[in-house]
């Protein structure tokens, strides 16, 4: 068989599985030791190096700790305090519950980074408050969706950390090409959420009066304070830190682990159980995280070893694509398979394979995580797979249909796509930060 033929017959049999249900983590390491096995014995050259490689990576240690930091502001309250306090904030003016919605996704974001936590706490505290409220259930659903997934692009995040080990590329420096695509997004979603309120005011119609008259003078502040203190405080400790040079990621992730378990004692709400169930969820997830990263390690060496990256090559030559253009179908090809694969399989199946070629084309790393980072955001928002959806869907009262959640999240997918667009079109929204020696270690 020739060597196009033997990489076909190797994706195809990899997304074959993955369809069928067989959990990713071992597929990608079974399909790859079983192609390594029938096609080069057990001459597995230079793997096991690799994977001793992966396991001594610095960078990948900041995984577990931020993980941890994330499990652990789940169970303090911290959500909890910041939406009530966010929607009296926000409460007078048309769609504030919405605003209030996307300001505590965007503190949560650059507090844990752990979409599903976020959706899930969101979901349970604000949607029956906004239905209840007159909102309409798309745009009460599309917000909450959208608003979970900004852990993605919004540093500390567990994808960003994947992406720049995966494009070989400094944490750091990844986390400081975020800051400005992470806060044009939300801008963007504010943007649609007064748009649609001025619009429709019968989709996001103002609190009742009645509900905030308490909320006024030296209380309003002591609250708003007391709710915006902890994140800050949490935030500056581990992107300032990084930003600063002062700590190397890892170094601020373990930073972040225990300003959030001090959080938690603060908040009373430690407890040995509490932290055995958050150790056991960071264990979990981790070895996730380590055993996907192996098995995909195992796959593109295979990969490699089928001449796969010079098929690949051939076949951009062949085409006659430039450097941008393969870039423009990388982007195209992430979000098809963001419809189907979760971030983590998108990640570590297609971003070993492309690194090399996009190095060669001379095209900025960094710049390429941020816009992959964009556009695996939209694979927790697009149905019929987006997790985010599902995760809302699983708390959602019963009158609310899966139908639709899912029009409500098509405005943020576009508007996600339009984010991307700008960032394509103009890279210094996320390269400018990276050109100054604040993007630290």
């Known amino acids: 068989m020739s060597d196009l033929g033997l990489v076909l017959l190797l994706f195809g049999t990899l997304f074959a599985m993955l369809l069928a249900g067989f959990p990713v983590a071992f597929t990608l390491g079974g399909v790859a030791f079983v192609f390594a096995l029938f096609t080069f014995g057990l001459d597995?050259?230079?793997?096991?190096?690799?994977?001793?490689?992966?396991?001594?990576?610095?960078y990948l240690i900041a995984v577990a700790p931020f993980?941890?930091?994330?499990?652990?502001?789940?169970?303090?309250?911290?959500?909890?305090?910041?939406?009530?306090?966010?929607?009296?904030?926000?409460?007078?003016?048309?769609?504030g519950l919405a605003i209030s919605v996307v300001v505590v996704g965007t503190l949560l974001?650059?507090?844990?980074?752990?979409?599903?936590?976020?959706?899930?706490?969101?979901?349970?505290?604000?949607?029956?408050t906004m239905l209840k409220r007159g909102y309409?259930?798309?745009?009460?659903?599309?917000?909450?969706?959208?608003?979970?997934?900004?852990?993605?692009?919004?540093?500390?995040?567990?994808?960003?950390i994947l992406l720049a080990t995966a494009l070989e590329e400094p944490v750091g420096r990844m986390f400081?090409?975020?800051?400005?695509?992470?806060?044009?997004?939300?801008?963007?979603?504010?943007?649609?959420?007064?748009?649609?309120?001025?619009?429709?005011?019968?989709?996001?119609?103002?609190?009742?009066?009645?509900?905030?008259?308490e909320f006024h003078g030296l209380a309003m502040i002591k609250r708003v304070l007391g709710a915006f203190i902890a994140p800050v405080i949490l935030m500056v400790a581990v992107l300032g830190s990084i930003f600063a040079g002062v700590a190397t990621p890892t170094e601020a992730a373990a930073v972040g682990a225990m300003g959030a378990t001090l959080l938690t004692v603060v908040q009373r709400r430690f407890t040995f159980d509490c932290?055995?169930?958050?150790?056991?969820?960071?264990?979990?997830?981790?070895?996730?995280?380590?055993?996907?990263?192996?098995?995909?390690?195992?796959?593109?060496?295979?990969f490699r070893e089928l001449n796969g990256d010079i098929v690949l090559a051939e076949l951009i030559d062949q085409f006659d694509l430039s450097g941008m253009r393969f870039l423009a179908v990388v982007m195209v090809v992430v979000f098809i398979a963001g419809f189907f694969l979760d971030f983590i399989e998108i990640t570590f199946i297609l971003v070993p394979i492309i690194q090399p070629i996009l190095d060669r084309e001379g095209i900025d790393l960094t710049w390429v995580g941020i816009l992959l980072a964009l556009n695996l955001q939209t694979s927790f928002m697009t149905p019929p797979f987006g997790f985010s959806l599902f995760y809302l869907k699983g708390v959602a009262p019963p009158e609310?249909?899966?139908?639709?959640?899912?029009?409500?999240?098509?405005?943020?997918?576009?508007?996600?796509?339009?984010a991307l667009g700008l960032v394509l079109k103009f890279p210094d929204l996320a390269l400018w930060l990276t050109r100054s020696d604040a993007a630290g270690p």
Request: glycine share 10%.
């Open 44 to 58: 597995f050259g230079v793997l096991p190096s690799r994977i001793f490689g992966i396991m001594k990576n610095e």
């Open 109 to 128: 974001a650059a507090s844990t980074g752990i979409v599903g936590a976020t959706v899930v706490t969101m979901g349970l505290l604000s949607l029956p």
């Open 176 to 213: 400081m090409a975020a800051v400005v695509p992470g806060i044009m997004l939300v801008g963007l979603y504010l943007l649609w959420l007064v748009s649609a309120a001025m619009f429709k005011p019968s989709s996001a119609p103002a609190m009742p009066p009645e509900e905030l008259a």
């Open 67 to 95: 993980i941890f930091m994330g499990v652990m502001l789940e169970k303090s309250g911290l959500a909890e305090d910041l939406l009530e306090t966010m929607a009296l904030l926000f409460g007078r003016i048309r769609g």
């Open 400 to 418: 609310v249909k899966t139908s639709q959640i899912y029009r409500g999240i098509v405005p943020f997918i576009i508007i996600q796509l339009i």
């Open 136 to 160: 309409s259930a798309e745009l009460a659903t599309g917000t909450i969706s959208a608003s979970g997934t900004l852990g993605q692009i919004i540093p500390p995040s567990i994808v960003l």
């Open 275 to 302: 932290l055995r169930r958050v150790t056991g969820e960071t264990t979990m997830l981790t070895s996730m995280v380590y055993v996907i990263l192996i098995g995909a390690t195992a796959f593109s060496e295979v």
